[in-house]
């Protein structure tokens, strides 16, 4: 989004909170950058002060802007979280380790059939399986989706409740299978650019064609059993991935 339609069932501070995103995001407005005054980005955008200050106020509980008094309003500096592609964890355990505070919008958290390919990974019987959907939020900010495949005999297993939208709309799903007993040991992954789509697009803040990070993950427990396949989306801006490479060498006689 570059400009703002006022023709569009979008509220006009909605489509604002996106436009200045997506610029934070891509560093037109860079890191620490001050802000033009409220009347400079109302000639700018053509919407009215309260407009403004919606934006505004929506950026700043998403943890993009701080205000200084007297001196105005500011892109706040922030970590990124980066994932160890070393250490097998799950999004809360990230986000937690670079200061940032999940969070988690459900969308699915039910039993139900899945694609030949799922099955295959996770070595069903039948194509089907507890769904679980969620759009991942740091700071309140959404950064990613999710969406984990679990086999139905390990569903079972799990206590009470603890597969429920209402407990994983707070929760992480990596701790709720491991209550179980489940240990996760390892997993296999993959990545990949990808366009984000319009429904991705839409929850994730992005234009349909703006590009994304693919990620599809088979986690394996002690025993060899695969038992969460992800098919997960994340934000350009939102991850940095770092392998730690080693190259053996023989010993020099």
Known sequence: MTTIDAN???PLYRQLTQLLRGQISSGAIADGARLPSEARLGEQYGVSRITIRQALADLERQGLLERAPGKGTFVRRRPRPIEGLTRLSGFSETAAAAGLEAGYQVLAAEERDVAPEIA???????PRAYVVERVLLA?????????????RWLAE???PGALSAEHLAHASLYAAIESAGVVLLRAIESLEPAFAGDDHG????LEPTALVQRVRRTVYDAEGR???YEADTYR???FTYRVELYRQREPTP
Do not use: F, K, Y
């Open 157 to 159: 297993q799990v206590r």
């Open 226 to 228: 695969p038992v969460i």
């Open 139 to 151: 700071n309140g900010a959404p950064v990613g989706m999710h969406a984990s495949a679990i086999p």
């Open 236 to 238: 350009p801006d939102a």
């Open 202 to 205: 839409r929850r994730l803040e």
């Open 120 to 126: 295959e990974r996770l070595t069903l019987p039948e």
């Open 8 to 10: 569009s069932i979008t």
